[in-house]
């Protein structure tokens, strides 16, 4: 697994252990963290492997092939949409020619799939009110250069499987929320939010807080990839709610879950932000037997309770 360090590949990494799968992490670090790892690592004994590598290097491909994996579930990627605008050519050396080490030692490794973590909220650009929650036969018009790249290894993924039989599940990702997300990841509202929150700090709020977000949790998401890993072949799949829900209301689900009345401060809205987006998840109903169960309310209060334990506070009663 690439980027298993991180908030979702480090709790996909909790799923296959518990499965009874042997797991090798690779991970730069560069975003993902040990910590993240550390239950696993405690439990998992020989069954986890982690390797501090880096995608775009020849030693990643090297490993693939001889650690020869049945399933690559690849989620390393650059983690900033701003950050891809203002240098493009370093977000394409890691999404795109780091994911081409990745697909070639899977080709090598005579691999049976990889499961690419592909991104719903920037794969289709700027949908028209009426398309929404949109499908995944929605023309791909992504807008910015992080969501041109995620597009581009699809693309590669749909000619390795013409070329090499290696076959694929896409998942289009909504907002994924839940604990150990990284609290300086722009998309990571929700645990920023409820960090703010519970500390007692302002909350920034970008533009008016009316674009909305199909907001997922984490745990459903980890199932999703689950069932990625043998059904879904040949398909990019919608992984999200198919509900819209606006930057305020999730702030005001937290304030009511902390009990608090934040400092709200609101700063202008940032380069290549969508103003709305949902994904219809029927796709992933039909092919990888998928849906969502956890609650927006629900999600946030585990995120909160994470806040809390991270700032010493009283977690919330049930």
Same mark, same amino acid.
């Given at each position: 697994?690439?980027?298993?360090?991180?908030?979702?590949?480090?709790?996909?990494?909790?799923?296959?252990?518990?499965?009874?799968?042997?797991?090798?992490?690779?991970?730069?670090?560069? *975003?993902?963290?040990?910590?993240?790892?550390?239950?696993?690592?405690?439990?998992?004994?020989?069954?986890?492997?982690?390797?501090?590598?880096?995608?775009?290097?020849?030693?990643?491909?090297?490993?693939?092939?001889?650690?020869?994996?049945?399933?690559?579930?690849?989620?390393?990627?650059?983690?900033?949409?701003?950050?891809?605008?203002?240098?493009?050519?370093?977000?394409?050396?890691?999404?795109?020619?780091?994911?081409?080490?990745?697909?070639?030692?899977?080709?090598?490794?005579?691999?049976?799939?990889?499961?690419? +973590?592909?991104?719903?909220?920037?794969?289709?650009?700027?949908?028209?009110?009426?398309?929404?929650?949109?499908?995944?036969?929605?023309?791909?018009?992504?807008?910015?250069?992080?969501?041109? *790249?995620?597009? +581009?290894?699809?693309?590669?993924?749909?000619?390795?499987?013409?070329?090499?039989?290696?076959?694929?599940?896409?998942?289009?990702?909504?907002?994924?929320?839940?604990?150990?997300?990284?609290?300086?990841?722009? *998309?990571?509202?929700?645990?920023?939010?409820?960090?703010?929150?519970?500390?007692?700090?302002?909350?920034?709020?970008?533009?008016?807080?009316?674009?909305?977000?199909?907001?997922?949790?984490?745990?459903?998401?980890?199932?999703?990839?689950?069932? +990625?890993?043998?059904?879904?072949?040949?398909?990019?799949?919608?992984?999200?709610?198919?509900?819209?829900?606006?930057?305020?209301?999730?702030?005001?689900?937290?304030?009511?879950?902390?009990?608090?009345?934040?400092?709200?401060?609101?700063?202008?809205?940032?380069?290549?932000?969508?103003?709305?987006?949902?994904?219809?998840?029927?796709?992933?109903?039909?092919?990888?037997?998928?849906?969502?169960?956890?609650?927006?309310?629900?999600?946030?209060?585990?995120?909160?309770?994470?806040?809390?334990?991270?700032?010493?506070?009283?977690?919330?009663?049930?």
């Amino acid at each position: 697994m690439t980027g298993g360090a991180g908030f979702i590949g480090s709790t996909l990494v909790d799923r296959l252990l518990a499965e009874g799968h042997e797991v090798d992490v690779v991970d730069d670090l560069s *975003s993902g963290s040990l910590a993240n790892l550390a239950e696993a690592r405690a439990a998992g004994g020989r069954a986890l492997s982690f390797h501090q590598l880096d995608i775009r290097f020849p030693e990643t491909t090297a490993l693939i092939v001889r650690r020869r994996p049945v399933v690559i579930f690849h989620l390393a990627a650059t983690v900033d949409t701003r950050a891809s605008i203002a240098d493009p050519v370093a977000d394409a050396d890691v999404n795109v020619l780091g994911s081409l080490r990745v697909l070639e030692g899977a080709r090598a490794a005579g691999t049976e799939r990889v499961v690419f +973590a592909a991104s719903g909220a920037t794969l289709y650009g700027e949908p028209d009110a009426a398309d929404l929650p949109i499908r995944e036969s929605h023309p791909h018009r992504p807008l910015s250069p992080y969501g041109v *790249s995620k597009k +581009a290894v699809i693309d590669y993924l749909v000619a390795y499987r013409e070329l090499h039989a290696l076959e694929f599940s896409a998942l289009a990702l909504g907002n994924v929320y839940g604990p150990r997300q990284n609290l300086q990841r722009e *998309s990571g509202a929700v645990a920023i939010f409820a960090d703010a929150l519970v500390t007692g700090s302002p909350v920034t709020v970008f533009g008016d807080g009316e674009q909305t977000r199909d907001y997922v949790y984490v745990d459903d998401v980890v199932d999703a990839f689950a069932r +990625a890993a043998t059904k879904g072949g040949g398909l990019v799949c919608n992984v999200g709610t198919g509900t819209e829900t606006t930057v305020n209301e999730v702030l005001r689900t937290l304030c009511a879950l902390v009990g608090v009345e934040p400092e709200i401060r609101h700063a202008p809205a940032r380069q290549g932000e969508l103003r709305r987006s949902a994904l219809d998840p029927t796709r992933a109903a039909i092919h990888l037997g998928w849906r969502p169960w956890t609650t927006l309310e629900a999600g946030s209060a585990l995120v909160v309770e994470e806040a809390k334990r991270r700032a010493g506070a009283p977690t919330i009663r049930r």
